[in-house]
C-alpha cells in the first residue's frame, strides 16, 4: 500500500487549498477513503470519508459545509477541497482508508498501518 499525499501549504484565513492522494497497491475502487488530519500532540482525527463509489460522504461537524472530499477511481486518486479555511484547520493531512459504512466522525480506524507524509496545511496571517 502506498499512499501520498499532496496541495497542503500556507493559507490566509478565508482561503482555499485542494488535498490530493495518490493511492495503489490496494484495490482502490473496492475501499471507502479517508481523510484525517494531526496536529502535535492530538489524536489524529477524522475529517471526511468517501464510499468505494463516491455517491456518499461524511464530514466532522468542524469542517461540514467547508470541506468537500471527492474521488476518481480512474486515477486512484481521492481530493479534499477545503474552502473557507480556519486557523484551527492547521495540521497535517493524511489519507487513509475505512470501511465507510461503519466509518462514525467520533470512531473511523484506519484500514492500513502504513501512512504517507502527509501533507502540512498552515492557516494563519
Known amino acids: 500500500v502506498r499512499l501520498v499525499e499532496s496541495g497542503g501549504g500556507l493559507v490566509q484565513p478565508g482561503g482555499s487549498l485542494r488535498l490530493s492522494c495518490s493511492a495503489s497497491?490496494?484495490?482502490?475502487?473496492?475501499?471507502?477513503m479517508t481523510w484525517y488530519r494531526q496536529v502535535p500532540g492530538k489524536e489524529r482525527e477524522l475529517v471526511a470519508a468517501?464510499?468505494?463509489?463516491?455517491?456518499?460522504?461524511k464530514y466532522t461537524d468542524a469542517v461540514r459545509g467547508r470541506f468537500t472530499i471527492s474521488r476518481d477511481n480512474g486515477k486512484k486518486t481521492i481530493n479534499l477541497q477545503m474552502n473557507n479555511l480556519k486557523p484551527e484547520d492547521t495540521a497535517v493531512y493524511y489519507c487513509?482508508?475505512?470501511?465507510?459504512?461503519?466509518?462514525?466522525?467520533?470512531?473511523?480506524?484506519?484500514?492500513?498501518?502504513?501512512w504517507g507524509q502527509g501533507t502540512q496545511v498552515t492557516v494563519s496571517s
Open positions: 487513509n482508508s475505512a470501511p465507510y459504512d461503519s466509518c462514525e466522525t467520533y470512531r473511523c480506524p484506519p484500514r492500513f498501518t502504513s
Open positions: 468517501i464510499n468505494m463509489g463516491g455517491s456518499s460522504t
Open positions: 497497491g490496494f484495490a482502490f475502487a473496492l475501499y471507502g
